[in-house]
């Protein structure tokens, strides 16, 4: 994953998002969905409190 670019690779699978990473006052923000979907969870949404979860399947049971 680079610094303004969509495209990100994990162990040589490409992946291509519609948002980038971005360096805002020497901090590095990046896609949340990039890294929960790279350490194998799940993004939930909570529209009532605005805000993500990220799940870990295999400790809820989940299926992947």
């Known amino acids: 994953?680079?610094?303004g670019s969509k495209n990100a690779s994990v162990n040589?699978?490409?992946t291509v998002f519609d948002t980038t990473p971005t360096l805002i006052d020497?901090?590095?923000y990046v896609p949340l969905t990039y890294v929960a979907e790279s350490?194998?969870?799940k993004m939930e949404w909570d529209d009532?409190?605005?805000?993500?979860?990220?799940v870990d399947p295999k400790a809820t049971g989940l299926k992947q």
């Open 1 to 3: 994953m680079q610094i």
């Open 26 to 28: 020497n901090a590095t």
């Open 48 to 54: 009532a409190s605005k805000s993500v979860r990220i």
């Open 12 to 14: 040589g699978v490409i």
């Open 39 to 41: 350490l194998g969870s």
